[in-house]
């Protein structure tokens, strides 16, 4: 069972950049979602999609665009990174009502010089 | 919309003693509330949850009880371990809305 996959693990971009982090489920999940991680700030949500074709903004949806073509694949793109983007970005999937465990990818680890 | 207030940010115990994780939510609508825990380098993996119509859950070592009155659950960890050194996030929401999580504690537990 490969759960949620995200790739790459690590990365470093220059300010300007851009660049899309992936992510994958193989669960048949109607939600999807990408959270960043920062110290003391806990996991702020990015942007979200209840299904294919639908998409959403969380907390801090600025300078990150998504999309959602199909029910597996959630991409998250950083249109011009920006050292504030420095994070860990974890991807997550979930059935759609609360309550339904939300799974986590492995993280992503992003710097922006 | 939802908040959720985490205390305390760092716990250190002594391994055996129990460790107690408190959390307090704003939407009294709320009604799932999942504990997960994050090892280092890994993403949350969810522990143990509870829904607004139980006030207590157990599994083995760990347990969450909530006060909807009061608007907080706790997480309870007996005998802990060194293995249970993580941080640990609360987390509370209502029908298909987003998760919001609070601000984590990394809990130590010392041999």
């Known amino acids: 069972n490969a759960g949620v996959t995200q790739t790459p693990k690590f990365q470093v971009l220059k300010t300007g950049q851009s660049m899309t982090l992936q992510c994958a489920q193989d669960?048949?999940?109607?939600?999807m979602s990408w959270y960043r991680q920062d110290p003391g700030m806990g996991l702020r949500l990015i942007h979200y999609?209840?299904?294919?074709?639908?998409?959403d903004q969380g907390e801090v949806p600025n300078g990150y665009n998504v999309s959602r073509s199909t029910t597996e694949d959630f991409p998250l793109r950083l249109l011009s990174a920006a050292p504030s983007q420095t994070s860990v970005y974890f991807c997550a999937s979930s059935g759609l009502w609360a309550g339904n465990t939300i799974y986590f990818g492995e993280g992503s680890w992003l710097t922006v010089v | 919309g939802e908040n959720v207030e985490q205390h305390p940010s760092t716990l250190s115990v002594q391994e055996g003693d129990s460790a107690v994780i408190k959390c307090t939510y704003s939407d009294s609508a709320s009604n799932y509330f999942p504990w997960y825990k994050q090892e280092l380098g890994k993403g949350p993996q969810l522990i143990i949850d509870?829904?607004?119509?139980?006030g207590e859950k157990k599994d083995q070592r760990i347990a969450v009880t909530l006060n909807k009155t009061a608007k907080h659950f706790s997480l309870h960890i007996t005998e802990t371990q060194p293995e249970d050194s993580a941080v640990y996030f609360c987390a509370a929401s209502k029908g298909t809305d987003k998760l919001i999580f609070g601000t984590g504690t990394r809990l130590q537990v010392f041999p």
């Open positions: 509870i829904r607004s119509n139980v």
């Open positions: 999609s209840v299904g294919a074709g639908i998409t």
């Open positions: 669960m048949n999940h109607e939600y």
